[in-house]
């Protein structure tokens, strides 16, 4: 049987190395020692980080996590809901060292995936909700500690060999968006750059990557359409993302009898 070590292992799974060393330590995932005492994984470890990552889409915590895979009943997984009420209450008491202390935790337990959309993406909603504005701070605060650990995922993504992807934006209303996704691109394995500010017609002549994502939040006008698709004829590797993003890849299509590579498709190929 193949033998990997937790970097392959993390690449197969769609998880991050610092997601499978936490669970080391909470006991969910052992790895294998050869005669030599090196340690290793093999493909029965896929089918446990997959059964981990099944559960935590449930919201289970990891604490309860040992009995549910081992089929013992812990009652109903409570969600994410505990964990987002931990994050605001440290936004609430103005606390941000136990705030980066908790997001960094949570990146490191939870898969990148799950982390950003299960956890971070409904609890922004949430406070956007509050139109008395009470929550402005809490915002501001989890929003400031969320772009601190962007910065610092994105940091030790550079310090592995992988893609270069740069994100950009045609248009944008939440530029926290575009650091999120770099978060998720970084972990799984690019080397990923920012920048985080609108720019309706980017000159990419300057931009050396592998990929080029451009955010889009509003509907391409005639002029970026015409402009996306010169960068698809010139065979520049551009995919859209955002909002508005699937609208435009229909407009742009339609009018070239084309489709270009879209984020799905690029995570695919970055795991095979």
């Known amino acids: 049987m193949a033998r990997f070590n937790i970097d392959v292992l993390a690449s197969q799974c769609g998880v991050t190395p610092a997601n499978i060393r936490s669970w080391q330590r909470y006991g969910l ?84 995936a799950i982390f950003i959309d ?16 009470e929550m402005a701070m809490s915002r501001a605060m989890l929003d400031t500690a969320l772009i601190e650990y962007a910065t610092f995922v994105l940091a030790s993504g550079r310090k592995r060999p992988g893609g270069r992807l740069f994100i950009l934006a045609l248009s944008l209303k939440d530029p926290l968006e575009l650091w ?8 799984d394995g690019f080397f990923v750059e920012v920048l985080d500010r609108e720019i309706p017609f980017p000159d990419l002549s300057r931009i050396s990557a592998d990929h080029i994502m451009i955010w889009t939040d509003k509907a391409l006008t005639s002029s970026q359409q015409a402009l996306y698709q010169r960068w698809l004829s010139s065979d520049l590797p551009v995919f859209l993302a955002g909002s508005e993003a699937a609208q435009a890849q229909r407009d742009v299509a339609t009018s070239a009898d084309c489709l270009p590579v879209d984020r799905a498709s690029l995570l695919a190929s970055l795991n095979h």
Request: aromatic share 8%.
């Open 29 to 112: 995932i052992k790895p294998q020692v050869d005669e030599n005492g090196h340690r290793f994984f093999n493909f029965t470890h896929c089918s446990r980080v997959a059964a981990i990552v099944g559960w935590l889409e449930k919201g289970a915590a990891l604490p309860d996590m040992l009995a549910l895979l081992n089929g013992e009943e812990t009652g109903t997984p409570s969600g994410w809901l505990e964990v987002q009420e931990a994050l605001l209450a440290q936004c609430e008491a103005m606390q941000p060292t136990k705030l980066r202390g908790l997001i960094w935790r949570y990146g490191r337990e939870v898969p990148p």
């Open 180 to 187: 999120l996704e770099g978060i998720r691109f970084a972990s």
């Open 118 to 133: 299960e956890i971070v993406r409904p609890l922004r909603l949430w406070l956007d909700a509050d139109v008395q504005q």
